[in-house]
């Protein structure tokens, strides 16, 4: 089944041509690669999917339906990982996956539930009491993307979700992502590594 079409899509910021006319599916269950340097236009591409900003031209249609007309039709589904961690440092990691979890709508022992399932699949079940300031690099990024997890999207665009991390932590997040692609979670996954590009994704 295709979940997401993008069709001759284009943004630009003044005379910079951030996204250039690209075009591209993805059927449920797919892992899709966005490959591309600095400045090519993942994120553009990325936060236009997630109706974050909208097009200048060309057209997103989830399961059909024309997003940039009805953006509730991916919002409940979708899960961001953005590229800039976005967790309260603050706040303990439980603290934080409290807060997304709310924001994205659930409550009392549902969310208690998903916090208990996700934090086991991104591995910091025994730091959750600890504030995110002290968290290294690797689970800072472990946990944003546990927070883009809890509400069981259908979709998850994670951009560059493994900059700046050693290569056991790279390792554990990508095997995480093929662990949810297998429990049947569609991925769009942006990166300018190509060897990552080429472990997890079907389609690039
Ligand atoms: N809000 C904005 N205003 C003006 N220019 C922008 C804006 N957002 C992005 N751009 C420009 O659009 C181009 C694409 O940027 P984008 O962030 O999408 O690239 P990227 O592929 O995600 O890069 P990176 O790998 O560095 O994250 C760049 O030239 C960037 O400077
Ligand atoms: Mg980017």
Same mark, same amino acid.
């Given at each position: 089944m295709q979940l997401l079409n993008v069709s001759h899509l284009k943004k630009y910021f003044k005379d910079i041509?951030? @996204?250039?006319d690209i075009s591209f599916s993805i059927e449920k269950g797919e892992i899709l690669g966005l490959l591309g340097p600095n400045g090519a236009g993942k994120s553009t591409t990325i936060s236009m999917l997630s109706t974050l900003i909208k097009p200048d031209d060309g057209v997103i249609t989830y399961k059909g339906k024309d997003i940039v007309k009805s953006p509730q039709a991916i919002q409940g589904s979708l899960g961001y990982v953005p590229q800039e961690i976005a967790l309260? %440092?603050?706040?303990t990691g439980r603290e934080n996956l409290e807060f997304w979890g709310r924001a994205y709508g659930l409550k009392g022992n549902k969310l208690k539930k998903q916090i208990k399932k996700v934090s086991g699949i991104i591995g910091i079940t025994d730091r959750?009491? =600890?504030?995110?300031?002290?968290?290294s690099g690797g689970m800072q990024r472990r946990l944003n993307i546990g927070a883009a997890l809890l509400h069981e999207p259908e979709l998850i665009i994670m951009d560059? %979700?493994? @900059?700046?991390? =050693?290569p056991q932590s790279r390792k554990h997040i990508l095997d995480t992502v093929l662990e949810l692609n297998k429990e049947g979670m569609t991925v769009i996954y942006t990166s300018h590594y190509m060897e990552e590009v080429e472990y997890i994704c079907n389609k690039v």
């Open positions: 041509k951030a @996204v250039d309260y %440092p603050n706040l959750l009491k =600890d504030k995110v300031s002290q968290y560059e %979700p493994t @900059v700046g991390i =050693d």
